[in-house]
Nanobody, 122 residues
Framework: VPFLESGGGLVQAGGSLRLSCAAS????????IGWFRQAPGKEREGVSC????????YYADSVKGRFTISKDNTKNSMYLQMNKLKPEDTAVYHC????????????????WGQGTQVTVSS
């Protein structure tokens, strides 16, 4: 299931980036979807997700209040608006389809993209 992420880059601390993810081969609206990130030497971290059933969202405590997930069903795409970025947000960000519920427990993924690098300088 192909995903194509874009929007990563280098930004100073306090800045903003908007990640985009275009999906093909399936309809995003039918699935729980989200973003996870992975930094070198660190475990994968689920950043945010959105539930297909009711549109409810989940955010990791580390990004709550700074990141916003959204989707556009007409474009079969999802987005991650990232504000007030911190150096610790530096990672490769992947959009993904969930193989679990969104929030409320372990989040599992069955398909994801190659990722886009986000680097936040101090």
């Amino acid at each position: 299931v192909p995903f194509l992420e874009s929007g990563g880059g280098l930004v100073q601390a306090g800045g903003s980036l908007r990640l985009s993810c275009a999906a093909s081969g399936f309809t995003l609206d039918y699935y729980n979807i989200g973003w996870f990130r992975q930094a070198p030497g660190k475990e994968r971290e689920g950043v945010s997700c959105i539930s297909a059933s009711d549109g409810s969202t989940y955010y990791a405590d580390s990004v709550k209040g700074r990141f916003t997930i959204s989707k556009d069903n007409t474009k079969n795409s999802m987005y991650l608006q990232m504000n007030k970025l911190k150096p610790e947000d530096t990672a490769v960000y992947h959009c993904a389809r969930l193989d679990s519920s969104c929030g409320g427990g372990e989040i599992r993924y069955d398909y994801w993209g190659q990722g886009t690098q986000v680097t936040v300088s101090s």
